[in-house]
């Protein structure tokens, strides 16, 4: 086995992060599109009428058929013909294409759907494939997680992927939930948030957290880095 030392990982991990960074700064801003981020559809906009439409958008369809048939849909017309206030209109519906998503969407919502969410605001889908100590009986010892594309951070080869690195917040509370050795290191307040990061390689994993090393570069037995990818146009 090839050894790999802390600070080529530590190296890695950040020229990955670097690497895609554009991509993640396209990702937040489509994303607060699609969230209407910051957004409050104002109907007293004049020469403009908010309203419940039956005919979304193209992105809308695609929306509402790979998500869900229940999600709102609206629309900016204007009062008139006017050029001005179609305008104004047409502002305010590009504006609010990604349309209202429900606060526990993500929480309930299916790994296909999941997926499909992250193919359409995205682009990239993203899966993890990782052991599951505790299976429910006469199913396979794994589980396949949908991860948000945005913080995994690939390194692609002539033959594949290299290494992968996964980063986000995380809360000290669920850390030492899967970590609990680390019980006394992070403080006493179970929701302060740190960078959790993990390093996959074909041969090595390693983790750390608001810079503590959870697992040191160690072998895992996978075979394989646990990453696929999927790219939609």
Not at 94 to 107: A, D, E, K, R
Not at 131 to 141: L, T, V, W
Not at 147 to 166: D, H, Q, R, S, T
Request: charge should be negative; proline fraction near 6%.
């Amino acid at each position: 086995m090839a050894k790999i030392t802390q600070e080529v990982i530590d190296q890695r991990v950040q020229a990955a992060t670097d690497f895609w960074k554009p991509r993640n700064d396209a990702f937040d801003e489509f994303e607060n599109i699609a969230f209407l981020e910051g957004f409050q559809a104002d109907s007293s906009v004049e020469g403009v009428q908010t309203v419940i439409s039956p005919e979304p958008q193209m992105f809308v369809k695609m929306m509402v058929g790979l998500l869900s048939s229940k999600l709102p849909q609206i629309r900016f017309i204007p009062v008139d013909e006017t050029d001005d206030n179609k305008k104004k209109a047409n502002i305010q519906e590009s504006v609010c294409m990604g349309l209202l998503v429900t606060n526990n969407y993500m929480q309930e919502a299916s790994l296909v759907r999941l997926l499909s969410w992250c193919g359409v605001v995205f682009g990239w889908l993203c899966a993890k494939t990782v052991y599951n100590a505790n299976p429910i009986e006469g199913q396979i010892p794994f589980l396949i997680q949908n991860i948000n594309p945005k913080f995994v951070y690939p390194k692609f080869g002539k033959l594949g992927l290299i290494y992968a690195v996964e980063k986000y917040e995380r809360t000290v509370g669920d850390v030492v939930s899967e970590w609990p050795k680390f019980e006394d290191k992070f403080g006493t307040n179970p929701d302060q948030t740190g960078d959790y990061v993990e390093y996959w390689d074909r041969e090595i994993k390693y983790v750390k957290f608001q810079g503590t090393e959870l697992l040191k570069p160690s072998a895992h037995a996978y075979g394989f880095i646990p990453y696929s990818f999927g790219f939609a146009e």
